[in-house]
């Protein structure tokens, strides 16, 4: 029987193959491998998921959601070695965790739709991070890592758990229009000025993207899919006559732009 076959298909099977992978007859790159080494590894595998989503195919998905598994049973494997905490310890405190946090499931609370489950679920985020001394702000929390348009929306969220909101997305509009007109009157200024405003306006936008139930990040990702689309289709018509969009003026460009944009129908 192979070694391999000893494995059983489940949680406990790979974390015994990560111990396995960890130990001194395992992998020499597993071996060398930390914490730190292994953040970039950890956002593309999310990446990739959030990729595997958008195709809308399961068998992408249940593969990704193994790789995006297998980091944290690498990150909890490291952390068993230097005696801090081990897998089963992850799974312990989640679950404790998201059993406080819906208190309307598994206690007396109550919640008739999702609007009153988030309020309950904060509530107890909220009651949990004043027994936290480090944290001090409703804002803490959010990691400064996170990309930025997804930053901006969760510290839109935590500022209006306590309130500090726009009524509804018209509002957001109307501040929307007046970060536009701040970025036009810092045009001709410095280029901190205008990075400045560039950077109001943007969170501005991405808390109309909140108020709205949309998700900034993939909105952008939406508009870099379609303008890529309409660009390969500019290229491939140029291909067939046999030019080169960099012999084109700028007319000539906006006329195949155009063209693109009514051949995909987008």
Known sequence: ???????????EGLRQVMAALRSPEGCPWDREQDHFKLIPYLIEEAYEVIEA?????????REELGDLLFQVVFHAQLASERGWFNLND??????????????????????????????SWNAVKEAERRKKAARTSV????????????????TGEKAAGVGFDWKQ??????????????????????????GEELGDLLFAAAQYARKRGLDPEQALHHAIGKFERRFHEMERSAGQEGVSLNQLGMEELDRRWNAAKAATGE
Do not use: C, W, Y
């Open 139 to 154: 804002l803490d929390g959010i990691p400064r890592a996170l990309p930025a348009l997804v930053r901006a929306r969760r």
């Open 1 to 11: 029987m192979a070694i391999a076959d000893n494995f059983e298909r489940n949680l």
């Open 169 to 194: 997305a018209d509002d957001v509009l109307d501040k929307i229009h007046e970060e536009l007109e701040e970025l036009k009157n810092a045009h001709d200024r410095s280029d901190a000025e205008a």
């Open 53 to 61: 989503i958008e195709s809308g195919k399961p068998e992408p998905l």
């Open 90 to 119: 992850v799974i312990a405190l989640i679950t404790g965790k998201m059993i406080r946090r819906h208190p309307h499931v598994f206690g007396e609370g109550k919640a008739s739709n999702a609007a009153e489950a988030l309020g």
